[in-house]
């Protein structure tokens, strides 16, 4: 478990996404600290209750959970809508919902363009759009845009990952600027690989592209451009997360911790 601490008593949080990999790590991450959650994201009814009564029984917080489609701008209204009145206050925004689909350009299904622009990208849009005046009003806010190495880097037959997640890092540049007099500040994490089940149905996709097998995708497409060689995990998320929403990182605004064991050094 991650061993940074940092008191978030009785602030209240909004993870998209939380219901797998890294947004129920991070919100975990913010429940251990003291913070009340609203989960989200798509998944089997039973799992996600599951979850949610454990995160709230260990931690000893509040822990809702909302189901709106980040493809569906009025669900997301209601989302930040139903934080704000179950809570009674919007502390932390987490944008990390998100779906990859790898194909040559020249293959790439319209449909997962759509998709993929409207879940990694728009969504933050409409979550912003509504968490801003809640956070506005209370004058505190902390936006975490999860984004990517490839808000940075490109990476061949990722083209609307790519596009999306530097989109997501302009979007959170600009809502840094508007924001900042507010109390509120607007920052991106930039993971490079973690081993969630985005990344494992990745691997075969990329096997499948390449015509290689899922052992070569690993050592030498997916962690050949990490230097460390090795996964970033959940508690290297998570510390940066902490920083972001405490004091500490306070003046931390429109930028992006990038967590890639040296990938962007290149
Ligand atoms: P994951 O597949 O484990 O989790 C994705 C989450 O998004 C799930 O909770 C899923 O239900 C939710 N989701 C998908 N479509 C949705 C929709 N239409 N409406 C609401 N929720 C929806 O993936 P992950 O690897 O944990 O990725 C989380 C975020 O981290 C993504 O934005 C991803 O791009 C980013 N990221 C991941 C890695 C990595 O290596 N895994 C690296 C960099 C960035």
């Known amino acids: 478990m991650n ?8 602030q209240a949080a909004v993870i998209t996404g939380s219901t797998s990999g890294i947004g129920a790590a991070l919100a975990e991450g913010l429940a251990k600290n003291g913070a009340h959650i609203v989960l989200n994201g798509l998944g089997d009814a039973s799992d996600i209750e599951t979850l949610r009564a454990r995160l709230a029984e260990q931690y000893g917080i509040k822990a809702f959970y909302h189901p709106a489609n980040m493809l569906k701008p009025d669900e997301i209204e209601d989302l930040i809508a ?9 502390d932390i925004l987490i944008n990390n919902a998100g779906i990859q689909h790898v194909s040559p350009v020249d293959a790439f299904p319209a449909d997962k363009w759509d998709a993929i622009i409207g879940i990694n990208l728009t969504s933050a849009f409409h979550t912003i759009k509504h968490a801003a005046p809640v956070m506005k009003a209370q004058r505190y806010g902390r936006i975490i845009n ?4 490839h808000a940075l880097r490109a990476s061949p037959f990722k083209a609307a990952y790519v596009a999306a ?3 997501v890092l ?3 540049k600009t809502v840094a600027l508007e924001v900042a007099e507010n109390g509120i500040t607007a920052n991106c994490i930039n993971p490079g690989y973690v081993k969630t089940p985005l990344v494992e149905n990745q691997i075969a996709d990329t096997a499948r592209v390449r015509g290689i097998s899922e052992e070569d995708v690993v050592r030498d497409v997916l962690l050949s451009a990490q230097p460390t060689r090795t996964f970033i995990t959940y508690d290297q998320l998570i510390g940066a997360l902490l920083y972001l929403v405490s004091s500490d990182g306070g003046n931390v605004n429109g930028h992006a911790i990038t967590v890639d064991g040296g990938w962007t050094a290149r």
Do not use: P, Q, Y
Not at 146 to 149: C, D, K, Q, Y
């Open 3 to 10: 061993s940074v601490r940092v008191d978030l008593s009785g």
């Open 82 to 90: 139903f934080a704000a009145h179950e809570l009674g206050r919007l």
């Open 146 to 149: 999860i984004a990517s190495v």
């Open 165 to 167: 997640k530097h989109g």
């Open 170 to 172: 302009g979007l959170t």
